[in-house]
């Protein structure tokens, strides 16, 4: 597909244990950003990466979330020791350069829902 | 960074344009304007940015203050596909960081 994907869709996990989300964001795409939205509000930036450089990790809310983006391409944001707290849909976005100066794509999220 | 403020919502009849409004007193010369959307159930939807100059595309217009401390994404003609939340962003030169504030809420009615 031409567009940012997300896997998985859906994601039920029993509290404390690990999960990771995956991004394969379009193809070619510089920049990749995730971001999490709780339900009726925006979203919050979490992290971006420009190629396999993580450039800011301000928003990850704290040492349980971490991501990566290995090769420059497809991303996995991991979450250990989940906590109810973490539901929430989680959104990865693409662009083809400085996000100042272009269109950040976006996938259809992964909802989290921590039991 | 520089903020932005947006009415919480707004409402439109459907086939008439519609104006929704974004203050950022505090911008600097070196911040662009970005407009995103999000449709229910969506992710958000990029829209228009622009710098100084008004912008058009197949979407929307938007028209930024001669001082630069305001904007305004014009849709021409509201269609019921257009109820969204709309996000004002600010973006800074090499920056890539999208900050999403609350957005203003559009409802369109037919």
Not at chain 2, 57 to 64: F, G, Q, T
Request: glycine fraction near 8%; include cysteine; charged fraction near 20%.
């Amino acid at each position: 597909g031409a567009g940012v994907s997300q896997s998985p869709r859906y994601k039920v996990t029993k509290r404390g244990q690990d999960v990771a989300l995956r991004c394969d964001p379009i193809s070619g795409h510089v920049s990749l950003y995730w971001y999490r939205q709780a339900l009726g509000q925006g979203p919050e930036f979490l992290t971006y990466f420009n190629y396999e450089a993580q450039q800011d990790k301000s928003g990850l809310p704290n040492d349980r979330f971490s991501a990566e983006r290995p090769e420059g391409s497809i991303s996995t944001l991991t979450i250990q020791r989940t906590e109810q707290r973490d539901s929430a849909m989680y959104r990865c976005a693409s662009s083809s350069s400085y996000g100042y100066r272009t269109e950040a794509f976006f996938g259809q999220g992964t909802r989290l829902t921590v039991v | 960074d520089a903020k932005t403020t947006q009415p919480n919502s707004m409402e439109s009849n459907e086939e008439e344009p519609v104006h929704l409004p974004c203050n950022h007193s505090t911008i600097s010369g070196t911040d662009y304007i970005h407009w995103y959307r999000q449709l229910p159930s969506q992710g958000p939807e990029y829209v228009i940015h622009g710098l100084t100059s008004n912008v058009n595309n197949r979407m929307a217009s938007l028209a930024i203050a001669e001082d630069r401390k305001s904007s305004t994404l014009i849709l021409h003609r509201a269609t019921l596909r257009d109820a969204a939340v709309y996000y004002c962003i600010l973006l800074m030169e090499y920056g890539n960081k999208l900050v999403f504030g609350a957005g203003t809420i559009l409802r369109v009615k037919s």
